[in-house]
């Protein structure tokens, strides 16, 4: 059990990040010419391989730091409000603390939010405290099955000691999330994923994995009722106040407008502001060009993925703009620099 000092740091630390989180989410409100996340890669290597994801590879080395610094810069002069590092896995990129560091530290009157996405298999105590210190914000980790299997080695067997040791030394935020859909062979198993993490004293939450190319694939019958009762152990959360989730696992399309490439970028090893992880090549014009004539174009922008997108990340960001701004057709991209293996808008 954490000291009496440890739970009351943790606690002003929560309370701090809630009150930034809130200012935020008004400065959303107010204007739409910021992003409101990014997703940043520093390493599109991964020490796994899991059969349904197609954002990894097992060869590319990290993002030099001083580029990182330069992506980072540049997120904070369009105003982006929330920065989440991914991969890949990004605990294998040498310099993460500074990169973290510097999402924190940027800007006179506010610092971006940081955020980490991890497979979990390199944190130790070590690595947590580290994590601490370079002012990480919130951290999730996604466990697929119980046992690992041939789809995925992101099991509870193997990851329940370093949930243990974020139990134990992690200041900032964590949430794991557990999956349906896609191949899991186990369903059941969310549920056991999911009250772990709230007995740990985490907060837990349920995806339904995309298909290959990042859309729809409906729930069976036993997969809907464990989503239904993981919900029950989700604490209250933003992630809660939509419905598309709902709608995903029951098959049916969404109608919203996409924000994606305005509100919502993500930015690749190549330094390319993509719609998000599943649709890479659009628009695919570099970072350090990014205007805010970009941001207004794409906020306006009709995405024909849209309707069956399981992208929570982007779901949820659209929805401070859902009640105003239509969106009408793409018009033609800007000239765009080649990026491999990209996912395209079908």
Same mark, same amino acid.
């Given at each position: 059990?954490? *000291?009496?000092?440890?739970?009351?740091?943790?606690?002003?630390?929560?309370?701090?990040?809630?009150?930034?989180?809130?200012?935020?989410?008004?400065?959303?409100?107010?204007?739409?010419?910021?992003?409101?996340?990014?997703?940043?890669?520093?390493?599109?290597?991964?020490?796994?391989?899991?059969?349904?994801?197609?954002?990894?590879?097992?060869?590319?080395?990290?993002?030099?730091? +001083?580029?990182?610094?330069?992506?980072?810069?540049?997120?904070?002069?369009?105003?982006?409000?929330?920065?989440?590092?991914?991969?890949?896995?990004?605990?294998?990129? @040498?310099?993460?603390?500074?990169?973290?560091?510097?999402?924190?530290?940027? $800007?006179?009157?506010? *610092?971006?939010?940081?955020?980490?996405?991890?497979?979990?298999?390199?944190?130790?105590? +070590?690595?947590?405290?580290?994590?601490?210190?370079?002012?990480?914000?919130?951290?999730?980790?996604?466990?697929?099955? #119980?046992?690992?299997?041939?789809?995925?080695?992101?099991?509870?067997? #193997?990851?329940?000691?370093?949930?243990?040791?974020?139990?134990?030394?992690?200041?900032?935020? #964590?949430?794991?999330? *557990?999956?349906?859909?896609? $191949?899991?062979?186990?369903?059941? +198993?969310?549920?056991?994923?999911?009250?772990?993490? &709230?007995?740990?004293?985490?907060?837990?939450?349920?995806?339904?994995?995309?298909?290959?190319?990042?859309?729809?694939?409906?729930?069976?019958?036993?997969? %809907?009722?464990?989503?239904?009762?993981?919900?029950?152990?989700?604490?209250?959360?933003?992630?809660?106040?939509?419905?598309?989730?709902?709608?995903?696992?029951?098959?049916?399309?969404?109608?919203?407008?996409?924000?994606?490439?305005?509100?919502?970028?993500?930015?690749?090893?190549?330094?390319?502001?993509?719609?998000?992880?599943?649709?890479? $090549?659009?628009?695919?014009?570099?970072?350090?060009?990014?205007? %805010?004539?970009?941001?207004?174009?794409?906020?306006?922008?009709?995405?024909?993925?849209? @309707?069956?997108?399981? &992208?929570?990340?982007?779901?949820?960001?659209?929805?401070?703009? *859902?009640?105003?701004?239509?969106?009408?057709?793409?018009?033609?991209?800007?000239?765009?620099? @080649?990026?491999? +293996?990209?996912?395209?808008?079908?």
């Amino acid at each position: 059990m954490p *000291s009496f000092t440890t739970t009351l740091r943790r606690r002003a630390l929560a309370l701090h990040r809630n009150i930034r989180g809130a200012n935020m989410a008004a400065r959303a409100l107010a204007s739409t010419d910021h992003p409101l996340l990014a997703h940043i890669i520093p390493m599109r290597r991964c020490n796994l391989a899991c059969t349904y994801c197609n954002e990894y590879d097992d060869f590319s080395k990290p993002v030099p730091i +001083d580029e990182m610094y330069r992506r980072i810069d540049k997120l904070g002069s369009l105003g982006t409000s929330v920065v989440t590092i991914s991969g890949g896995e990004p605990l294998m990129h @040498p310099e993460l603390d500074d990169v973290i560091r510097l999402i924190r530290g940027h $800007g006179s009157s506010h *610092s971006m939010i940081a955020g980490l996405i991890t497979n979990g298999y390199l944190l130790v105590a +070590d690595r947590i405290k580290r994590l601490n210190r370079a002012g990480l914000e919130w951290l999730q980790i996604s466990i697929d099955n #119980v046992n690992p299997d041939d789809v995925s080695m992101k099991s509870l067997k #193997v990851l329940d000691k370093k949930l243990q040791l974020l139990a134990e030394h992690a200041d900032f935020h #964590v949430n794991i999330n *557990s999956v349906v859909g896609g $191949g899991i062979a186990h369903p059941q +198993d969310a549920l056991t994923i999911g009250k772990r993490a &709230v007995a740990l004293g985490f907060t837990s939450t349920i995806g339904i994995i995309h298909d290959g190319s990042g859309q729809l694939q409906p729930l069976g019958d036993e997969e %809907r009722r464990i989503y239904h009762e993981m919900q029950a152990l989700e604490k209250a959360s933003f992630t809660r106040i939509n419905a598309f989730q709902d709608n995903i696992a029951k098959g049916l399309p969404n109608d919203w407008r996409c924000r994606a490439g305005a509100r919502y970028l993500y930015i690749c090893e190549n330094g390319l502001v993509h719609y998000c992880s599943q649709q890479r $090549g659009y628009p695919g014009v570099p970072l350090a060009t990014y205007t %805010r004539d970009d941001l207004r174009r794409e906020y306006l922008t009709e995405k024909s993925c849209a @309707p069956h997108c399981t &992208v929570s990340c982007v779901h949820q960001v659209s929805i401070f703009d *859902s009640w105003r701004a239509p969106q009408h057709s793409a018009p033609p991209f800007p000239e765009a620099t @080649p990026a491999r +293996d990209l996912v395209q808008i079908k």
